[in-house]
């Protein structure tokens, strides 16, 4: 069920999904482009009261496979102005499954500080001024009083000021960070969202689905990657040989290989650390680390964060890291783009040697005071303000922590991505790590396979952790719930539909072939510029897109894209 809520007037309404949407878009991310391509208005700012934000699962969440826990978050982003997905683990997208519900669309503006509850009798706009002013942990642990047995989706104070990199947050530290999706519900009034109850998704094979996903689970148990270095060391595990292959970004991209690093290296805060371990429903793997800071258990950086607040801003001191990035899941920001932002001010102030003033950093950006005003609004928008050229993102979206002057087919892949700077819809790291000599052909080749499956992945909502082991079985498995024969050929048709939309509705957003690239400092440092400038000319062409970026319309036709708005769109 696809549940609407006009917040303004506290009301919703349900409305069936059609089985073709399911089929062609699956939920999650491509669900949610879907639902976008509809309600959209590119005449309207982010954060105007009439753009939706929809909160989906897809179409495997809580049936029983293994690792389709996620919950996925799409708007149009603050800190972008163009369409974004955000996507988190943890038990809500179980709970808003449990409601009954596939994809909730949140519409208007509460007239006040409110919190939605879902359930699968209904949903409930409820005001919770109170609310409004506490930390993430505040937020849950009042709210968990009241509703025991509910998932929770919560901002902090950051999503509140609206400012543009503001995460969701879930259950210990999963988040839904990436390019403000904690300001798009700040912009609507809500603080939180719970949902719970006992519906079983819908499948047509149950039998079946669970002979596959023990097939699955099997697999991941069966994985000597997840099982001997991803569960216990997590995924800082990455620190080492990123830094090895000298593709570890380092003092806003300054360099590329941390000197010390190795007090920040996974086997070390595994062995100095790491006190506990946790999982999200479904899942053995129990990759969610826990660490003993002095007197406190605190929740450990993921490898991202690790970076951002680590080499990135030439910190070797791993207990600072992890209260600088607690700092950030209580106010509710992107650890990311918060890392990268304070990285580049510290660029800027001439402090990149003397990490004592990066707290008050955080929270001077979070509650937008001062110097934090200007940061908020992201590197792109400081640069500006400062007169510099050293902000690194693409299209308004901070980069991760993989150096693309190193990797090349991140290079290809960041200025490509549909959201801007972003690591996860196509790895190549692991690739590029073995040595192998690509060619910028073969990169492209590879960019483009994994953006299409990274849709697919997203849009299920699978673990991204998970996607080697389980990957065979989204033919099986989609076959189960859906009763209709899917096949792989399917599977790809579908990813490169999502990836598609996304681009389009991106294009009617202003995006164009000239923003697909990588800030200076980065093309002008490239190990390997002739190979990425033939990536990207292949890329294109894998894509039939034209020299401004579009797609052809006869790419669209053969995808089943068609909307009003398109024609004159690619005229």
């Given at each position: 069920m696809i549940r609407y809520v006009n917040l303004e007037q506290g009301t919703s309404k349900t409305v069936p999904v059609e089985p073709a949407i399911q089929q062609e878009y699956l939920g999650g991310l491509g669900l949610g482009v879907r639902l976008l391509a509809d309600l959209d208005d590119p005449s309207l700012p982010p954060l105007h009261p009439r753009l939706p934000v929809i909160i989906a699962v897809g179409s495997l969440t809580a049936t029983g496979f293994p690792g389709a826990n996620r919950v996925a978050v799409t708007g149009?982003?603050?800190?972008?102005?163009?369409?974004?997905?955000?996507?988190?683990?943890?038990?809500?997208?179980?709970?808003?499954?449990?409601?009954?519900?596939?994809?909730?669309?949140l519409q208007g503006r509460a007239p006040e500080p409110s919190i939605v509850l879902v359930r699968e009798e209904g949903v409930e706009v409820i005001p919770r001024p109170d609310l409004w002013g506490l930390t993430v942990s505040a937020t849950r642990e009042a709210l968990l009083k009241l509703y025991p047995d509910m998932g929770i989706l919560t901002i902090g104070p950051a999503g509140e000021r609206l400012v543009p990199m503001a995460a969701v947050r879930g259950n210990e530290s999963h988040a839904a960070a990436r390019c403000g999706p904690g300001a798009m519900l700040g912009s609507k009034n809500i603080k939180a969202v719970l949902a719970g109850g006992r519906a079983r998704p819908p499948v047509v094979d149950r039998e079946g689905l669970r002979t596959v996903g023990r097939e699955a689970l099997e697999a991941i148990?069966?994985?000597?990657?997840?099982?001997?270095?991803?569960?216990?060391?997590?995924?800082?595990?990455?620190?080492?040989?990123?830094?090895?292959?000298?593709?570890?970004?380092?003092?806003?991209?300054?360099?590329?290989?941390?000197?010390?690093?190795?007090?920040?290296?996974?086997?070390?805060?595994?062995?100095?650390?790491?006190?506990?371990?946790?999982?999200?429903?479904?899942?053995?793997?129990?990759?969610?680390?826990?660490?003993?800071?002095?007197?406190?258990?605190?929740e450990a950086a993921e490898y991202e964060s690790l970076w951002a607040f680590g080499g990135d801003n030439c910190i070797d001191d791993y207990p600072l890291i992890v209260r600088a990035v607690t700092l950030c899941n209580e106010l509710g920001l992107d650890t990311i783009s918060a890392g990268n932002t304070i990285a580049f001010y510290r660029e800027y102030t001439g402090t990149l040697h003397d990490p004592s003033g990066v707290l008050e950093l955080v929270r001077s950006l979070a509650y937008r005071e001062g110097v934090g005003d200007i940061l908020a609004r992201g590197t792109r928008s400081a640069a500006e303000h400062f007169g510099v050229d050293y902000a690194m993102h693409v299209k308004g979206l901070e980069i991760a922590a993989y150096d693309p002057r190193r990797l090349t087919g991140m290079a290809i892949s960041y200025s490509t991505t549909n959201r801007g700077g972003c690591h996860s819809r196509a790895w190549t790291v692991g690739d590029e790590l073995t040595g192998k000599d690509f060619s910028g052909a073969e990169l492209a080749e590879l960019v483009f396979k994994y953006h299409n499956e990274g849709c697919i992945r997203d849009s299920l909502i699978m673990c991204t952790f998970l996607t080697g082991p389980t990957r065979p079985f989204y033919p099986q498995a989609l076959t189960c719930v859906l009763g209709r024969n899917i096949t792989e050929a399917d599977i790809a048709r579908t990813g490169e539909r999502i990836f598609t939309l996304?681009?389009?509705?991106?294009?009617?957003?202003?995006?164009?072939?000239?923003?697909?690239?990588?800030?200076?400092?980065l093309l002008e440092g490239l190990v390997a510029p002739e190979k990425y400038r033939e990536g990207m000319r292949v890329y294109y062409q894998l894509r039939d897109w034209d020299e401004r970026g579009r797609p052809s319309a006869g790419k669209c036709r053969e995808l089943g894209l068609e909307f009003k708005w398109l024609q004159p769109l690619l005229a």
């Open positions: 149009v982003s603050p800190l972008t102005g163009l369409t974004s997905t955000s996507w988190m683990g943890g038990d809500f997208g179980y709970a808003l499954a449990g409601s009954g519900t596939l994809a909730l669309v148990r069966k994985d000597p990657f997840l099982t001997q270095v991803q569960g216990p060391i997590g995924t800082p595990n990455l620190v080492e040989p990123v830094n090895t292959f000298h593709a570890f970004p380092t003092g806003n991209f300054r360099q590329r290989h941390f000197e010390t690093a190795h007090r920040i290296y996974g086997d070390r805060i595994a062995k100095d650390y790491v006190c506990s371990r946790t999982t999200c429903p479904g899942c053995p793997v129990r990759c969610r680390l826990h660490v003993r800071i002095g007197e406190e258990e605190m996304e681009r389009l509705l991106n294009i009617r957003r202003g995006v164009d072939a000239s923003q697909d690239t990588l800030p200076r400092r």
